[in-house]
């Protein structure tokens, strides 16, 4: 079982990025995928999380209105589209799978917004 994070970096605020989380090992169209980021000195929280199907989805007030999460069950990639960044935004963003008793991890991908 393998998540892959990618596309996080440096932004400057008021800008966009899109984080991919790559799915293998499992059978991910069964699986609700979720984001999370933890910045430094803080609990992991949970940004936005979206059904099997794709057809539900739900987001942290934090975040609601400037993130989009989605997936692509035929490229086994679940996605976080980030607009209107913010220097709070800044954290490690991890991707989870979960499905009943089973739950995987990614390794997280950094975020940083700053001028």
């Known amino acids: 079982v393998q998540l892959v994070e990618s596309g996080g970096g440096l932004v400057q605020p008021g800008g966009s990025l899109r984080l991919s989380c790559a799915a293998s090992g499992f059978t991910f169209s069964s699986y609700f995928m979720s984001w999370y980021r933890q910045a430094p000195g803080k609990e992991r929280e949970l940004v936005a999380v979206?059904?099997?199907?794709?057809?539900?989805?739900n987001y942290a007030d934090s975040v609601k209105g400037r993130f989009t999460i989605s997936r692509d069950n035929a490229k086994k990639t679940v996605y976080l589209q980030m607009n209107s960044l913010k220097p709070e935004d800044t954290a490690v963003y991890y991707c989870?799978?979960?499905?009943?008793?089973?739950?995987?991890w990614g390794q997280g991908t950094q975020v940083t917004v700053s001028s």
């Open positions: 989870k799978a979960v499905r009943g008793d089973y739950e995987y």
């Open positions: 979206i059904s099997s199907g794709g057809g539900s989805t």
